[in-house]
C-alpha cells in the first residue's frame, strides 16, 4: 500500500494515471526457475542409465517438418499411423525426447538425412507421467546434423472430445453416423501421433489421412490429392501447411455437406452435417467477411488458400482455432432464421470473430509458452468485439463488452483464490486451468485499457508491428510491450511495460481513495479484496448501461411473478397452441420459460413434446423447462439428461440452476448421489465438472451447506486446492454478506411495507 499527496495536479488526469499503474507490492516471479532441465542418471542399473525427468522437452533438438499418415477405424474406435519427423541437431546428444502419450509404438528408425547412415537405436521407452517417448541412441547425434525420425504407432479414438476423438449424430431416418474430430490445444497432439509438443517448436506438416469411400477427410491445408488403397477406401493427401504449432494441428473425417464462397485470400467453406447444412450460410458470410476485415485490420494476408469451418456435433468446447480448420460446437455455428434469438446470432458473430482473429493472434504469432496464453486469448477476447462491431454495427458491442468481460473479469479477480494474468505453468493439469476469466476476460479487459491510454492509432500500429516482427514464430509479453514506443506521448512519462507488468504480473485490482481537501488530493491505494479470509471489505457492485440493467430486469418481472407479465406470457403461450399467434425467436424463450413456471400439466406436456421434435432449438426449450418448480420434474431432468451418452443436456442443465434457486438442494443431492455417473459422463476429466459446482455455490448461504461442500470437494475434486478455494469463496461471501445485511435489509423492507 503506498500513500501520494499531490497537489495542483488537475484531478482528472491523476485518477487516470493511478487506475492505470497499480503499485501494489509486486511479485513478479521468474518462469525460467521451474523450467531447469537435468539429466538424471541412475548409476546402478545399467539398463536404465538414460532418464530425462522434466516435463518440458530438452532444448537440443529442433523438429523442421512431420510427414504424417493417419489410418482411423471409425467402427472399432482405433487408429494407427506412422509419423516422419526431420530434426535438427543444434548440440550432439545420445537421447531423443519427444512427447507420446497413450500411443502403442511399434518400431523406431532414425537416420542421417544426408549421409543416409542409419542410427542404432539402443532402445527406447514410454514414460506415462511425463507424457514422453526417451529413445537411447548407440552413438551420440552429431551436433549440426539433420535426422529423420521414422516412429508407427497405433491408438484408441476416444469419446472424450480431446485428442484424436469420435462423436457421431443421427440422420433424419434416425441412423446413427460416426465421424472423427481433434481437440489438440493444449497438449493432446502427443495422443494423435509422436511429435514435440511445445508451442515454441513450430514445424511445417504434412498429413496423409486414409477414409472410408463414402467419408471425406479434412485437414489444415487442402488436398492435393486422392488415391484408392483398398475396395473400400481411400488415401487423401494434404498440402504442406506454413510452419505452426502442433496444437494448432486438426483433422476430420466425416460425411458432411458444405457450402463454400470466396473471400479476398482465397475460398471458406463451412462443413456441417446433412440435415442443418442450409443453416450455414450465416456463418459462412460472417466468415467471410470477418476473414476479409481482419487481414487489412492487422495489414497481413492470411497465409492458406483454404479456411475451413466444421460445425462439429458433440464438441465440449465451442469454437477451436485451429489453423485453416476452425472446428465449432453445431449448436453455435448453425443459424436458422425463423428459430434462432438476436441473443443467438451476436453470440455467433462473436464466436466467428473470436476464432478467425485467432488466425493471426495465436495461430501467424504464438505464445512462447503457456504462461503467456493470456496474449492468445486476451487479445482473441477483445478483437473478437471488434470484428463482431464491423459485422452487427447496430448492437451495443461494447456495452456487451464491459458487463460479459470486464465484470465478471473484476468479480473474480477480487477473490483472493485469483492468480496472475501471467503466471508460471508446467504440468500439463495445470495448463488446462489457466484456461480461465482471469486469461480470457481480464487479458481482455487490460489490452482495451492499454487500447484506451496509447490511443486507436498508435495500439493499431503497434500490433501490426509485433504480428509482422514474430510472424510464424513466438512472442513471450516483453515482445508485445517492445512494439509500443517507449514513452506515451498521450500520457507523459507513462512506460507501457512498467504499467502493463503491475497489472499482468500480479493478481487483483487496485482500489483507490481520493480525500480532496483545498487543493490538496491524498490518494491511497490498496488490493480490492472481496474476502481474504482475514478481513471483509465492502463490495460495491459496478453501475452497468441502462439497456442491458433493462434486459435483466425483464426476467426478473416475470420471476417476482408480476400478474400483468405472468399473464401475458399465459396467454401467449395458449395463442401460440392453437395456432394464433406465432412468437418472434426472441419472445420465445420467455414464454416457454414462464408458460412451464406459472402453468400446470398442460403446458409441461407441450413443451416437453417440443423437445424431442424439435432439433434447432433444443437449448431454449430444454432451459425453458429448468424453470419448473416441481422436485420430481427438475429430478426427472436430470435423471433424463445422466443417462444420455453425451454430457451436453446435462451439463446446461446444471448451470441454468440460476434460473431456478429453489432447487439448489435437490441438484446438490443428486450431484452427491450419483457421483460416479457424473464423472463417467464428464469422462472423468475434473475441470468439466467444475463448472457445475459454481451456480451451487453462488446460492448456498449457510455454514453447513459451506462444510458440506468442503467436504465434497476435499473428497472428490482433489486436483487444485485452489479452485476449491475459489468455489467456496462464493458461499463465505453469501454467508458474509447475509451476516451483516439480512437485518438492515429486513428493517428495510419492513420500513417500505413491502413484508
Ligand atoms: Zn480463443
Not at 434447432?616 to 443417462?643: C, D, P, Q, W, Y
Request: hydrophobic share 40%; with cysteine; aromatic share 10%.
Amino acid at each position: 500500500m503506498t500513500t501520494q499527496i499531490f497537489s495542483q495536479i488537475p484531478l482528472c488526469l491523476l485518477v487516470i494515471s493511478l487506475a492505470l499503474t497499480s503499485t501494489l507490492s509486486k511479485q513478479p516471479s521468474d518462469p525460467r526457475n521451474s523450467r531447469c532441465h537435468f539429466l538424471r542418471k541412475i548409476a546402478d542399473k545399467e539398463d536404465i542409465k538414460f532418464c530425462w525427468n522434466d516435463l518440458r522437452l530438452p532444448k537440443d533438438l529442433i523438429p523442421q517438418s512431420y510427414e504424417v499418415l493417419i489410418l482411423p477405424d471409425l467402427q472399432k474406435s482405433t487408429f494407427s499411423g506412422w509419423s516422419n519427423v526431420e530434426v535438427t541437431v543444434k548440440k550432439s546428444t545420445g537421447s531423443i525426447v519427444l512427447h507420446s502419450k497413450n500411443l502403442t509404438i511399434s518400431s523406431v528408425n532414425i537416420r542421417y538425412k544426408d549421409l543416409n547412415d542409419a542410427v542404432t537405436v539402443k532402445k527406447w521407452r514410454l514414460d506415462e507421467s511425463l507424457e514422453q517417448m526417451q529413445v537411447e541412441l548407440s552413438t551420440p547425434l552429431v551436433a549440426g546434423s539433420s535426422i529423420l525420425l521414422n516412429i508407427s504407432f497405433t491408438g484408441v479414438i476416444k469419446t472424450d472430445s480431446l485428442g484424436f476423438y469420435l462423436t457421431s449424430y443421427k440422420t433424419k431416418e434416425n441412423v446413427v453416423r460416426l465421424l472423427a474430430a481433434t481437440q489438440f490445444q493444449p497438449t493432446e497432439a502427443r495422443s494423435a501421433f509422436p511429435c514435440f509438443d511445445e508451442p515454441h517448436m513450430k514445424a511445417t506438416f504434412q498429413f496423409n489421412i486414409i477414409r472410408p469411400n463414402d467419408y471425406i477427410s479434412l485437414f489444415n491445408t487442402e488436398k492435393i490429392s486422392e488415391k484408392a488403397v483398398s475396395m473400400n477406401e481411400t488415401m487423401d493427401t494434404f498440402n504442406i501447411t506454413v510452419k505452426m504449432s502442433t496444437y494448432l494441428v486438426a483433422f476430420v473425417v466425416c460425411d458432411f455437406l458444405s457450402k463454400s464462397q470466396m473471400s479476398k485470400s482465397g475460398v471458406n467453406v463451412v462443413y456441417s452435417k446433412p440435415d442443418t447444412i442450409d443453416n450455414v450460410d450465416f456463418a459462412l458470410d460472417s466468415t467471410t467477411r470477418l476473414l476479409d476485415y481482419f487481414e487489412e485490420f492487422f495489414a497481413i494476408r492470411y497465409p492458406f488458400t483454404i479456411l475451413d469451418s466444421v460445425a462439429v456435433p458433440g464438441m465440449f468446447s465451442n469454437g477451436m482455432e485451429n489453423w485453416g480448420l476452425i472446428l465449432y460446437s453445431a449448436n453455435y455455428i448453425t443459424y436458422n432464421e425463423s428459430a434462432s434469438t438476436q441473443h443467438d446470432k451476436t453470440y455467433l458473430v462473436v464466436l466467428v470473430a473470436h476464432e478467425v482473429s485467432h488466425q493471426w493472434f495465436g495461430n501467424l504469432v504464438t505464445m512462447e509458452w503457456w504462461d503467456d496464453l493470456w496474449l492468445n486469448e486476451g487479445f482473441a477476447t477483445y478483437i473478437m468485439y471488434i470484428g463482431a462491431k464491423h459485422i452487427l454495427p447496430e448492437s451495443p458491442l461494447m456495452e456487451i463488452f464491459a458487463f460479459n468481460v470486464i465484470e465478471p473479469a473484476m468479480a473474480d479477480d477480487s477473490l483472493d483464490s485469483s492468480h496472475p494474468v501471467i503466471s508460471p505453468v508446467n504440468n500439463p493439469k495445470y495448463i488446462s486451468e489457466i484456461f480461465d476469466l482471469i486469461t480470457y476476460y481480464k487479458g481482455a479487459s487490460l489490452i482495451r485499457m492499454l487500447e484506451n491510454v496509447a490511443g486507436s492509432d498508435v495500439f493499431n500500429e503497434a500490433l501490426r508491428s509485433y504480428l509482422h516482427k514474430h510472424q510464424y514464430a513466438t512472442a513471450t509479453h516483453d515482445d508485445l510491450w517492445a512494439a509500443f514506443p517507449r514513452q506515451l506521448s498521450k500520457v507523459a512519462d507513462l512506460n507501457v511495460k512498467e504499467m502493463m507488468e503491475t497489472w499482468t504480473l500480479q493478481m487483483g485490482l487496485p482500489l483507490v481513495t481520493i480525500n480532496r481537501d483545498g487543493r490538496h488530493v491524498t490518494c491511497s491505494q490498496k488490493r480490492f479484496v472481496i474476502i481474504d479470509h482475514s478481513e471483509i471489505r465492502d463490495f460495491q457492485p459496478e453501475s452497468s448501461p441502462f439497456k442491458l440493467i433493462r434486459n435483466e430486469l425483464l426476467p426478473l418481472a416475470f420471476d417476482l411473478g408480476f400478474p400483468e407479465y405472468v399473464k401475458w406470457a399465459r396467454d401467449s403461450f395458449q395463442k401460440v397452441k392453437n395456432g394464433s399467434l406465432v412468437l418472434t425467436p426472441n419472445q420465445e424463450p420467455i414464454v416457454l420459460k414462464y408458460a412451464v413456471r406459472y402453468g400446470g400439466e398442460e403446458e409441461w406436456n407441450h413443451v416437453m413434446n417440443l423437445l424431442k421434435t424439435s432439433q434447432s432449438r433444443r437449448t431454449v426449450i430444454l432451459e425453458a423447462l429448468t424453470f419448473t418448480n416441481e422436485s420430481s420434474k427438475f429430478n426427472g431432468l436430470l435423471e433424463t439428461a445422466l443417462s444420455k451418452p453425451s454430457p451436453g443436456d446435462l451439463h446446461l442443465i446444471l448451470r441454468s440452476l440460476k434460473n431456478s434457486p429453489n432447487m439448489a438442494q435437490l441438484q446438490w443431492s443428486f450431484i452427491k448421489n450419483n457421483w460416479s455417473r457424473m464423472r463417467c459422463a464428464f469422462h472423468n476429466i475434473p475441470r468439466r465438472l467444475r463448472p457445475i459446482f459454481k451456480p451451487l455455490a453462488s446460492l448456498f448461504r449457510t455454514e453447513d451447506q459451506y462444510d458440506d461442500l468442503k467436504t465434497f470437494l476435499g473428497t472428490h475434486m482433489k486436483d487444485s486446492d485452489r479452485l476449491n478455494i475459489y468455489i467456496l469463496d462464493a458461499v463465505q461471501m453469501n454467508i458474509n454478506w447475509l451476516s451483516k445485511s439480512q437485518k438492515q435489509l429486513v428493517q428495510w423492507l419492513n420500513a417500505q411495507s413491502l413484508r
